[in-house]
């Protein structure tokens, strides 16, 4: 959905290094997600945050942070990456009263 | 607690329908959804239907809700090549708590 964006949209990093992945969406939603697929075991929520002053962890928090610069900005960071960091990450938005969520396109993560 | 099941693979003809199959714990979802993920891209929301029906039918595609056995089925009719991909099931059970996701039925259609 070109509603929600990410980037980037591929990433190479080594262990050790501080990375950002960043979100933007323009559907003026107000609640925003991060979430990361591996094989095998679906999507889990990383992040959640329902307005800009509220942050929620989700099932994988450790390892992780995040900033909601403003409604339309969510921002992932990985303070000291890790290779089992490796995966497919995902931004999300939804509006509350409806937890219809829409996808970004998605950020592909190598740490080595 | 909230846990949702699916089949991690289906194999279907062309032409055939694909029944993709969902089980959730929480009795007390509001709604469940259907995303489809192609290779590549993003998840993309197929359909939905809310707890107090049970049955939802959008062209092709059929949702079937099962409350008491906590079954959740997506028929897809005439199945195409371009349905390949993978399909997860999701559940919510408020407007404040976050969806909870199967870890999805890779779909692969045989032409």
């Known amino acids: 959905d070109a509603d929600v964006t990410q980037t980037p949209r591929n990433r190479i990093t080594k262990t050790g290094k501080r990375i950002m992945l960043e979100c933007s969406q323009t559907?003026?939603?107000?609640?925003m997600y991060w979430y990361r697929q591996d094989p095998g075991l679906g999507l889990r929520l990383i992040y959640y945050s329902f307005d800009v002053k509220d942050i929620n962890k989700g099932e994988i928090s450790d390892g992780y942070s995040v900033s909601r610069q403003a409604q339309a900005k969510f921002s992932l960071s990985l303070e000291s990456a890790i290779p089992n960091q490796t995966a497919l990450y995902f931004c999300a938005t939804s509006h509350s009263g409806s937890e219809t969520q829409y996808f970004g396109p998605g950020t592909r993560l190598l740490v080595l | 607690g909230e846990d949702v099941e699916q089949s991690l693979f289906l194999s279907v003809r062309e032409g055939d329908s694909s029944v993709i199959n969902c089980t959730y714990t929480?009795?007390?979802?509001?709604?469940l959804y259907w995303y489809k993920q192609e290779p590549g891209a993003g998840l993309q929301l197929l359909t939905y239907i809310f707890s107090n029906m049970d049955m939802k039918q959008d062209q092709r595609l059929t949702v079937l809700l099962n409350k008491k056995d906590k079954h959740l089925s997506l028929r897809i009719a005439d199945t195409q090549t371009g349905d390949s991909a993978i399909y997860f099931c999701a559940e919510t059970l408020s407007g404040n708590t976050p969806l909870v996701f199967g870890k999805g039925t890779r779909l692969s259609v045989i032409a």
């Open positions: 929480d009795s007390s979802s509001t709604y």
């Open positions: 559907k003026g939603h107000d609640r």
